[in-house]
């Protein structure tokens, strides 16, 4: 990784881009194909990128010294609720706060967009996210009836 601990967090810049910018592009699949590895599922269509694209809506990229290391993006699920989605940090650059500063960044962006609930969901097997979420006030809450979920499903919420 290109820093250490606080120092490398100075260092990073999260800002809004174009949801089919190759960073976006780039990140999406690497992540895809992480989750694809830990659940044994394979995908093939690109990212969708329009749900990105919608009014009150955002895909953010994180880069440390020029780098794309992570990414998130925001939805609405309904008019007061944003939907998180690809929160992802690259696996080189994990366990320095990264993550931390993208979730951040997101609810930043969903407050400015109007939002007064963060909705977002994860599976059984992202432990670490799974954490992160915890101890950043996020409650678990039911997926069904809010999303189309798989049984490995885990939601959480947080009111802002």
Request: net charge negative; hydrophobic share 40%.
């Amino acid at each position: 990784m290109g820093g250490n601990g606080d120092d490398a967090v100075d260092r990073l810049v999260i800002r809004a881009v174009e949801p089919g910018c190759q960073e976006s592009i780039d990140l999406q699949w690497e992540m895809r194909r992480e989750l694809d590895a830990m659940y044994d599922e394979t995908t093939i269509d690109p990212p969708p990128l329009e749900q990105f694209r919608l009014p009150r809506a955002a895909f953010l990229v994180a880069w440390l010294d020029g780098i794309p290391i992570g990414c998130g993006a925001i939805t609405t699920l309904d008019e007061s609720t944003a939907h998180f989605k690809r929160v992802f940090v690259r696996p080189g650059f994990r366990g320095h706060g990264f993550g931390r500063q993208v979730m951040k960044a997101l609810e930043e962006k969903a407050a400015e967009l109007g939002y007064t609930v963060l909705f977002l969901e994860t599976a059984d097997k992202q432990q670490e996210a799974i954490s992160m979420y915890t101890s950043l006030g996020y409650q678990r809450v039911p997926c069904a009836g809010r999303v189309p979920c798989a049984e490995q499903s885990i939601c959480f919420e947080k009111k802002i």
